[in-house]
C-alpha cells in the first residue's frame, strides 16, 4: 500500500559545528572509565523519564561528577564502545547541569531567551586540559561523524519537548546495543512523536528524521526501513502492505 510520510514540526534549535573529533598522539592504554557515580545520579535523580531538577540543585548532585571530568582524559578509553558510552552520558548529564543553572525554566530553549546564546553553543562542559566543549560539539563534531550509529538519537537527551526520555541509569559498554533498541522502541511507538493514521495512509514522523535522516539512511537504507525495525507489528504489517 502507498503512503504518504509527513515530518512533524517540533521546536528544537539546531546549531552547526565544524570542528572534528582528534585525539592526543600520546595516551595510556586500556583506561576504563567508572560509570557508577552517573549511575547512581541517574538512580537518584530521574523518574519516569523526568528530572528532579530541585532535588539536583539543593543536594549539588552533580559538583563531584563535574570536578571527576576535568581531569578525565575521554581519548584514553581505548574501546570504542565505551568511549560511545561516556560520550552520551556526558552530553545527558551536562545538559541536565545546564539546566539547573538556570531553573526553573520548562525547556532548554528559554536559556537562549534570557541569555540570548544557543544552550548548545555554549562552551561549559570542561574535561582533562581545561578544554571546554559545547553540546552541539560533543554530537556533532564527536559522536556522530566517529561512530555511524543512528540509534544515539534515542539516547541524547535535549530537555526539549521533542527529544528522547532519559533514562534512570547511565549508558554503559556492556548494555549499550539494548539500551539503544529500547530506546528506540519506546520513541519510535510514542503517538506524541510519531503515530500511523491508516485511515489517510500517512506515516506522520518526528522532525528528528528530517534533521538526521542522513544518519539513518546511511545505516538502514532508509528512514521507513529504520522505523520499520521498531514500530509495532501492527503497524509495520500495514506499512508493508
Known sequence: MKYTLIILITVLALSSCKREEVQRNILPDNIHYDFSEMDNFLKNYVSDGKVKYSEVINDKALDKINNELKTFEPYSISDDKERLAFWINVYNLYTIDLISQYYPVNSILEIEEKTGTNPWNMKFIELAGGRKFSLDEIEKEI????????????ALVCAAESCPVIIAEAYTPEKLDSQFDTQAKIFINDKNKNYLNEKENVLYLSMIYKWYGRDFIKKDSSVVDHVKIYINEGDKEFINL
Open 143 to 154: 559522536i556522530i561523524p566517529k561512530y555511524n550509529e543512528p540509534r544515539i538519537h534515542y
